[in-house]
């Protein structure tokens, strides 16, 4: 099976901003409608943005305004760009790929089949 792969986490002091980054490992992203989703500590896995092969966009809403998710052609990938972030936004991050028959974004987890291994985003007060 293809691979996704994300890269682009770190540690950040409150307020600062990471760049996420997905690419597929032999198959192109933008056959794909994509998500990026996070695990915090103590809670369940959440969607926190997708972008459809539409071209429709979709956030989680207590996001809405720090994070923007987008395709970059030139490297064919999926960027999730998060500002003003907070302790609480620490966590892993993982990008999903859906099959690529699907049209539309979506910010549930069983509606991708295709997943990274995370990459670790730390956030310090």
């Known amino acids: 099976q293809v691979r996704v792969e994300e890269s682009g986490g770190g540690s950040v002091q409150a307020g600062g901003s990471l760049r996420l980054s997905c690419v597929g490992d032999?198959?192109?992203?933008?056959?794909?409608?994509m998500g990026w989703f996070r695990q915090v500590r103590g809670k369940a896995r959440e969607g926190v943005a997708s972008?459809?092969?539409?071209?429709?966009?979709m956030y989680l809403d207590s996001l809405r305004g720090r994070i923007a998710i987008s395709r970059d052609s030139a490297t064919d990938a999926v960027v999730l760009q998060m500002n003003s972030l907070k302790p609480e936004d620490t966590g892993t991050y993982y990008c999903?790929?859906?099959?690529?028959?699907?049209?539309?974004?979506?910010?549930?987890?069983?509606?991708?089949?295709?997943w990274g291994q995370g990459t670790q985003v730390t956030v310090s007060s």
């Open positions: 972008f459809g092969l539409d071209g429709h966009e």
């Open positions: 032999g198959d192109t992203v933008s056959r794909h409608s």
């Open positions: 999903a790929e859906r099959p690529p028959s699907q049209l539309f974004g979506s910010l549930w987890p069983t509606s991708y089949t295709n």
